[in-house]
Structure formats: C-alpha cells, structure tokens
C-alpha cells in the first residue's frame, strides 16, 4: 500500500524484453534504498512493482503481460522520468489516501494553463471510470494523491500547486500525454457492496439507477 506523496523522481535506467513481459532498471537516485530489501513493493509512476535486484543505484523489477496491457509502463523510453514511492509502514504518515498502485485505467492530459501560481490540468479518464471520479474527491494520477476540483463527464480538473510540480512529473505533462489513473479505492469495494448478491452474477450487469433504489440511495 502506498499514499500517494511522491518521494522522489527517477529515471529509466534500462528496458530488456524477456518472454513477453519486461525486466525494467530504475536508477533512483533521490530515492533512498538503505531500507528496502528484495521482494519489497516500491510504486513506480504509481505501478506497484516488486524489486528483484539492488544494483546499488536503484532496482530491477519485473513488469508482467498484464501490467504492460493496462498501464503505460510498456511505452516508457530509457531516460524517462517516472514518479517512485516505497511502500507505506505502519509508522508512515498517511499525507495523501490510501493507494494499492493496482492501475484501473489509462487517462489522457487535454489541457493546462497558469491559474494563479499553480497549473490547472484537465484530464481524460476511460468512460468506464468516470462513475469513479467525484468533485473533491480523490484520485491518483501516476501515483500522486491529488483532488478533484471539478469533473465534467469523463473529464475532471485538477489543481497541481507549485510543490507537486517540481517536486513530480507533472512538469514533463502535454496535451496527449498518457497517464495512469487508480480511483478512490472505497468508490470501488462500495460499488461491489452495494451491488449485494447480484456482484456474483455476471449477467446483472454494474451499478444501475434500479439497484441504488432498490437499495434506498434514491427516492422512487
């Protein structure tokens, strides 16, 4: 489990192909690793990987078909950036929310402009999200907690401070740009309760209008 407070940025540092999924290097340098052993979880443009080796520089880790599939790992480039975060511990400050760097889908920038010293993005999610994403709540965005500030549809702003954009990614953003999106994690397990014994049956479908009123979440 991660927070979502970016600890540092680091660097691809190699990407070697091996039967079918990928072995990715990340050179880490900001990133202290003093207190991370093998088998430990460090979320990597808010992916959860599992370092395999230390070089001493950073780590190795293995990116499987599935994580290739649904996130944009499998289009990085040596030499990108990407957002790092080690696993939280019981001890850890719980700055942003609650993260699993377990992906559900790939967004896109479509805008930014000035906004008095911070940037206002607009982004993109998959239709299929979009039910996820409330004003004002939460939503990561290649493993940095952020709030949403406004959603329309698909699309939600969002408001990232002079700190976030130095101290992450977001300065390497552009319109097109591709980016790895986890919705709030309670909106996911709440869907799933409040579909009840029809969550077993693929057949029902998802979260309708039918089912909220059934179960007392509007009025007839």
């Known amino acids: 489990m991660f927070t979502g407070i970016i600890q540092a940025v680091g660097e ?36 959860c990987l599992t ?15 599935e994580t290739l599939d649904f996130t944009t790992l499998g289009a990085l480039k040596v030499g990108a950036r990407v957002n790092l975060e080690k696993a939280l511990t019981p ?19 479509v805008s930014s402009a ?3 010293r911070s940037i206002r993005f607009v982004l993109r999610a998959p239709d299929a999200l979009a039910k996820y994403i409330a004003h004002k709540g939460s939503i990561t965005v290649d493993g940095t907690s952020l709030t949403v500030n406004a959603v329309h549809g698909a699309e939600f702003d969002l408001n990232i401070i002079p700190q976030t954009m130095a101290e992450t990614i977001f300065g390497t953003y552009a319109p097109g740009s591709r980016v790895n999106l986890e919705v709030d994690l309670i909106a996911r397990y709440l869907e799933r309760l409040v579909l009840g014994e029809a969550a077993a049956n693929p057949q029902a479908g998802g979260l309708t209008m039918a089912t909220l009123a059934e179960n007392g979440f509007l009025r007839r």
């Open 12 to 47: 691809i540092a190699a990407l070697q192909p091996s039967g079918g999924d990928l072995r990715l290097r990340v050179r880490s340098a900001g990133l202290p690793l003093d207190d991370v052993a093998l088998g430990d979880s460090i979320a990597t443009n808010g992916v």
């Open 51 to 65: 370092v395999t080796e230390l070089p001493g520089d950073g780590y190795w880790a293995d990116v499987s078909r």
């Open 91 to 109: 001890a850890s400050r719980l700055g942003g929310h609650i993260v699993s760097g377990h992906v559900d889908g790939v967004g896109e920038v």
């Open 114 to 116: 000035e906004d008095g």
